[in-house]
């Protein structure tokens, strides 16, 4: 259980899930990603390493770039059931609150 609890860490940031969410189309470069999420390029790579650590994301040099793509692309299934049972619940509590005003 701690192993699953440490692999869901890495989804527990926002920017992290910006930079998975630029990485959704395809293999990019920190500038890309850089200009797909808005965020710093420090930030942009500080994230990139915490995903490639965590084997989310593989690193792929090209010449002088570095290309980052996701490993494993059953991960944005995984997030988009997440979010799709955020909804759920956040619309019981919604219903919840309703029917005790």
């Not at 926002?14 to 189309?25: M, S």
């Not at 690193?59 to 494993?72: A, K, N, T």
């Amino acid at each position: 259980m701690e192993a699953l609890a440490e692999y869901f860490k890495v989804f527990s940031e926002p920017n992290r899930l910006a930079v998975l969410e630029a990485l959704h189309q395809g293999s990019l470069n920190v500038t890309a990603v850089v200009e797909a999420t808005g965020l710093s390029q420090a930030l942009v790579s500080k994230h990139l390493k915490l995903l490639t650590i965590a084997g989310v994301v593989r690193r792929r040099p090209e010449g002088s770039l570095v290309y980052y793509e996701v490993i494993d692309r059953g991960v944005f299934r995984l997030l988009a059931t997440a979010e799709k049972q955020l909804q759920v619940s956040r619309q019981q509590q919604l219903n919840a609150l309703q029917a005790v005003l």
